[in-house]
């Protein structure tokens, strides 16, 4: 066996040679993956004893990718081009051996090996996109070649992986492999010598781009199929550009196209923020006071308390990830319309054809309803997700811990109440945490986890490690009113409410807010979720918002009475401008003595999101969030903050804080007192510094 770099050995066994990577955790292509891979091909090919070569990787994973970390850092040799190169040039076949997930420059490197085998579990793909870029080491010009243009469009253009059994159906990879992966693969590649098979270079196939060729229109075609997904992201065009050149141009003509339109991507800001936006995402899973070797609870029962619309989208979570649930609600009726509500949403998946009967059997096979919460006695974690009412809550709290058995993990949905508060109606404040999924709770990715002070380290750990069980993605925040996420939509709302007062259309308002590339503004969000739940809760604390009130008074809750702050035609979910709305603003403005004036588009935007900013810096200061990134993390998932943004941290740190500053102290001059700096983006700007520097 020869070390050929750190991370890379070559061994001949009888007439293969195998090079074999070794980079935990994922083989991400570092410059000495690369110069390995190079020189493990190079050792193969001048190695008399063998005939062909076989390039596999130990750990978890195949190559998942370059290495992310080197992006941005002056480039080192050798490039991913000249390996790939060097392997699709071999005189000897070379064979990739696939397990875990091929991805990106991954998978344009098995790309460049004359044949792939996988085991079944492995999945292949080009996620690129997702990260702002595009396959910049030949997978566009190469997937094409092998899978025809429409399947690559989607590949390049989507990021999703496919599966082993779909990429042997469309040729990308040559067999499945039982058992040992790397046995097989020297077996493989033994036949492909014994048999003569040809060195398939996958450049010099065109047969698969010619449907392509005589129908042009296909990427026109593909272009409006994905535009309101992609709607202002930079990367699936140049992705679907890059294709077009695979098409067009020679091979290492396309290959120029290639990296000219990633280097255009590479540049942008996109890019900037989607990259570190993937790395937010993995640091808001690590708490930075609870060690990572904290033992984890066993989580292998769930109950959930209360089968409304919240309680049977959570219930839906668990169910997917095979953990049966208790699903507890107070009177029979009310049990079974939120069963039947259950079922009938996997209805609706299975007949989209996005969920199998199996599955959906399988998933209402786990889940039992019940009327008594002693039938909660054995589970363990409970997460109760009635109406928000301290006294109810409290209530259920004291009966939970009387019932539960000991080690059980007691989690509120509330998005409003103290949850420190909660966690002492028990005598095991410990295992009182507050786990507030977004509506509806079955899609929304985000889980903002909420510790009270006395939440044990081993509860949010096994927390943290839930969500990823369940498909969620989690951020760990403190207590304080509305958390983390709405604490900083409070602020956006009330701007918005008074920038209609002073003159601003509200349908301005959510257009602004809609091309900054949120998924819509303020007013139809509000119209979505129902303007009742807000009017409930002012009328709660005793506070007034006079437009939002009148409204309400109206019985206009919004899109399910067909009226809110927009008008809805019956079955259309469109809003219109209704003249009604505008008649409550200009009154209310009248009553307010406002003198109602011309809003331009800049200043609807800075003073929607730059208190959202400002309210960030002070959870940032109170220590509610732990990291500027976290914050990302829960507007990306929770509230669809676009993600080629990522994130009003990151947003505040391209607009630079000192600007953000100047113009807050201008708004003061202007609206008063509301517009003071927080003291730490007071800090920052004059420092120079972004949170990026915390
Ligand atoms: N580069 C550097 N670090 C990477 C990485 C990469 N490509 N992929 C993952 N990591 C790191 C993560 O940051 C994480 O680090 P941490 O433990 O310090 O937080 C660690 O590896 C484990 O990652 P995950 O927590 O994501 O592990 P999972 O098992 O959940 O998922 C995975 C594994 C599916 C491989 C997932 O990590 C992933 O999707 N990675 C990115 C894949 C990707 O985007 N590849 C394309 C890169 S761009 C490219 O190849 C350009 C080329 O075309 C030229």
């Given at each position: 066996m020869t070390a050929i770099t750190e991370f890379v050995r070559y061994e001949a066994q009888g007439t293969v040679g195998v090079v074999t990577v070794n980079n935990p955790p994922v083989n991400a292509l570092s410059q000495g993956v690369r110069e390995g891979i190079k020189g493990g091909i190079e050792a193969g090919m001048a190695d008399a004893s063998v005939t062909s070569i076989v390039l596999a990787c130990d750990g978890r994973t195949f190559i998942a990718g370059a290495d992310i970390t080197e992006f941005g850092k002056p480039p080192t040799e050798p490039g991913l081009h000249e390996v790939i190169g060097t392997i699709e040039s071999s005189n000897k076949p070379v064979v990739a051996a696939i397990h875990g997930t091929a991805l990106g420059g991954g998978l344009e490197t098995a790309l460049g090996c004359h044949y792939r085998v996988a085991v079944a579990s492995a999945k292949v793909g080009l996620p690129e996109v997702k990260l702002g870029l595009l396959p910049g080491a030949g997978g566009t010009q190469r997937l094409p070649r092998v899978v025809g243009v429409p399947m690559a469009l989607t590949m390049i253009a989507g990021g999703a992986p496919i599966g082993a059994k779909k990429a042997l159906e469309v040729g990308l990879v040559d067999e499945i492999v039982d058992g040992d992966l790397t046995e097989g693969a020297i077996e493989f590649a033994k036949k492909v010598v014994a048999e003569g098979r040809p060195l398939v270079k996958i450049s010099d196939q065109n047969e698969k781009l010619e449907d392509a060729r005589k129908n042009p229109s296909l990427f026109a075609d593909f272009r409006k199929s994905i535009a309101r997904k992609s709607r202002?992201?930079?990367?699936p065009e140049n992705c679907i550009k890059a294709v077009e050149g695979a098409v067009n141009l020679p091979f290492d003509e396309g290959l120029k196209r290639e990296r000219e339109l990633f280097m255009e991507l590479m540049q942008g800001e996109q890019s900037g923020a989607q990259q570190y936006f993937f790395f937010a995402e993995r640091l808001a899973n690590k708490i930075p006071d609870v060690p990572k070797d904290t033992p984890l609870l066993d989580i292998n029962t769930a109950g959930i308390i209360g089968a409304g619309t919240m309680g049977g989208g959570i219930a839906m979570n668990f169910l997917q990830a095979g953990i049966p649930v208790t699903i507890v609600e107070t009177k029979q009726e009310f049990l079974d319309k939120g069963m039947d509500i259950i079922k009938s949403n996997y209805a609706a998946t299975v007949s989209k054809g996005r969920m199998s009967q199996d599955a959906m059997d399988k998933c209402m096979s786990l889940l039992t309803g019940s009327i008594n919460l002693e039938d909660l006695s054995d589970v363990d974690i409970v997460i109760e997700a009635i109406f928000e009412n301290m006294d109810v809550k409290k209530d259920i709290f004291g009966k939970l811990d009387k019932i539960c058995k000991q080690g059980a993990i007691l989690a509120t949905n509330t998005s409003t109440l103290d949850i420190d508060e909660i966690g002492e109606a028990t005598t095991r404040p410990e295992y009182v945490i507050g786990l507030h999924f977004f509506s509806p709770a079955n899609v929304m990715k985000l889980l903002e986890e909420v510790r009270t002070k006395k939440t044990s380290a081993t509860v949010m750990a096994t927390c943290m490690a839930l969500a990823k069980r369940i498909g969620k993605i989690p951020a760990m925040v403190g207590v304080c009113e509305g958390f983390v996420g709405n604490r900083i939509l409070a602020q956006r709302g009330e701007q918005a409410n008074k920038l209609i007062l002073e003159g601003a259309k509200l349908e301005d308002v959510d257009r602004v807010l809609f091309d900054f590339g949120l998924p819509m503004g303020p007013f139809a969000m509000s119209d979505l979720a129902g303007n009742d739940v807000g009017w409930r809760i002012r009328q709660g604390k005793g506070v007034t918002s006079p437009v939002a009130d009148a409204i309400c008074e109206l019985g206009r809750f919004g899109q399910k009475t067909g009226d809110g702050y927009y008008h809805y035609e019956k079955g259309n979910r469109t809003p219109q401008p209704d003249p009604i709305v505008e008649d409550i603003i200009i009154n209310a403005a009248r009553d307010a003595g406002i003198n109602r004036r011309q809003v331009s588009d800049e200043e609807i935007l800075k003073r929607c999101v730059y208190p959202m900013i400002n309210e960030a810096a002070k959870i940032l200061e109170e220590g509610i969030a732990s990291r500027a990134s976290d914050i990302d993390v829960i507007w990306v998932y929770g509230y669809g903050w676009p993600v080629y943004r990522g994130g009003p941290m990151r947003y505040a740190d391209h607009i630079g804080l000192d600007n953000i500053y100047n113009d807050m102290l201008k708004f003061k001059e202007e609206f008063g007192d509301e517009w003071t700096p927080a003291p730490l983006l007071e800090k920052l700007a004059k420092e120079g510094k972004g949170f990026k520097d915390l």
């Open positions: 202002n992201f930079e990367a």
